[in-house]
């Protein structure tokens, strides 16, 4: 039987990354991940990679490209005749993009020796993992430590099972081979907007089934809005309020039926994406078997540093409590290396920040305005508007907005907010302040470059004081 230091149950974001990390501290690794391609084929990289954060993102440049070309660089001067879509062409970019990170990791798993292996892992007594291949025999290791990172699927309703024709998950909505005519989408959330802005820029009528009376709940309420005005005015058909019911589907179409304040609708549609979340992947673990403790929704019981029930077991990312992001799993996962390794591995939760690839973009860390006011916290709050910032009139995108949140009276940042272009990459500012415990001061006394749209978080961090300069 083959021993390891540290045996990853899972290959995705959390356990690629702490399996890496292990690697980098001495430890012999050895990582169990089953996944396989559409062509059946293995890959690392999980979720994320082959069916989540990378191909979304990619759908999504590739269709803000086309629709930018037809309505919005004409503004720039630039007149195209003859444009036309390949959808086949773009699913094939997709895919490029994907095995090129995939193998990359592939790559990096030789560079640090990481025993890489393949099936699909089972928790056994005396600290050992059961591997079972898709072909072959099954085989067992031994593991001084091991990591769960097993992550999440798509939650399944049962008045809308998937066909994985007509009524689609995430994984499928990335894969159609044409544009739909008018796509349903059940869930206002960061899938729902991120894929259904995708097909509506390809051309297909979207409609948004939200089930709250609000777009993006967790978001602050000013962004939230802004951006349900701002989506709606693209052409997003966003319906709040609206209870799904049930859907039935044939060869030729999907209805939909839901509930509002006026009744029972029908909605009728070409296909339906299920987007009302997820749900963690823990069975076939054995966890019942090794006494391994879960919570009432199957999560992973874990402590502050990521640790189980089972001495040397731990777990990481969507299958703990917690954000199901990826970013957050990998720094679990490094958290999680180092202190195995007798380090003090650590992640401060209070600074993992959220975005989503709409466009504007939609990014957020720490605590939302609606927070604040429920805790009875004293603070104040600094807006600023793209409208206001010269490089994003000059790209052409003066859209939405950035917010910054103190502390009332040591104007410590709570939290920042951004509706805008780039917002994924401007919110990295305020997380590296909030993680020092930095102040809107710090933020208003910081040079920033000019033309940028960071200038945005510059004017805002000085608008909590009252000190806005083009406003």
Known sequence: MDSYDVVVIGGGPGGYVAAIRCAQLGMSVACVDDWRTGEGKPALGGTCLNVGCIPSKAMLDSSHHYHRLQHEFAAHGIHVKG????????????????????????????????????????LLEGSQVEIAPHDGETTTVQSKSTIIATGSTPAALESAPYDFDRIVD???????????????????????????????????QVTVLNRSASLLSKADEEIGQEAQRQLIKQGLDI?????????????????????????????????????????????????????????????????????????????????????MLAHKASEEGVMVA??????????????????????PEIAWVGKTTQELKAANRDFRAGVFPFSGNGRAHAMGDAVGLVKVLSDGKTDRVLGAHILG???????????????????????????????????????????????????
């Open 338 to 359: 180092e202190r195995i390794a007798g380090q003090a591995g650590h992640v401060n939760y209070a600074t993992i920040p959220w975005v989503i690839y709409t466009w």
């Open 239 to 323: 319906r709040v309020g609206a209870k799904f019911k049930g859907a039935k589907a044939n060869k030729r179409q999907v209805s939909v039926e839901y509930e509002t304040s006026e009744g029972t609708q029908t909605l009728k549609v070409d296909r339906l994406l299920v987007a009302t979340g997820r749900r963690p992947n823990t069975e076939g673990l054995n966890a019942t078997g090794v006494g391994l403790s879960l919570d009432e929704k199957g999560y992973i019981v874990v402590d502050e540093h990521c640790r189980t029930s089972l001495p040397g077991v731990y777990a990481i990312g969507d299958v703990v409590r917690g954000a």
């Open 421 to 471: 272009p780039s917002a994924s990459e401007m919110i990295a500012e305020a997380v590296t302040v909030m993680e020092f415990g930095g102040s809107a001061e710090d933020i208003a006394r910081t040079v920033h470059a000019h033309p940028t749209l960071s200038e945005a978080m510059h004017e805002a961090a000085l608008a909590v004081d009252g000190r806005a300069l083009h406003r």
């Open 170 to 204: 995430s994984s499928g909505a990335l894969a159609f081979s044409e544009v739909p005519r008018h796509l349903g989408v059940i869930g206002g959330g960061v899938v729902g907007l991120e894929l259904g802005s995708v097909w509506h820029r390809l051309g297909a």
């Open 83 to 122: 444009v036309s879509l390949k959808v086949a062409d773009m699913q094939a970019r997709k895919e490029k993009v994907v095995r090129t990170l995939t193998g990359g990791i592939e790559a990096l798993f030789m560079k640090h020796k990481i025993t890489w292996l393949q099936g699909r892992g089972r």
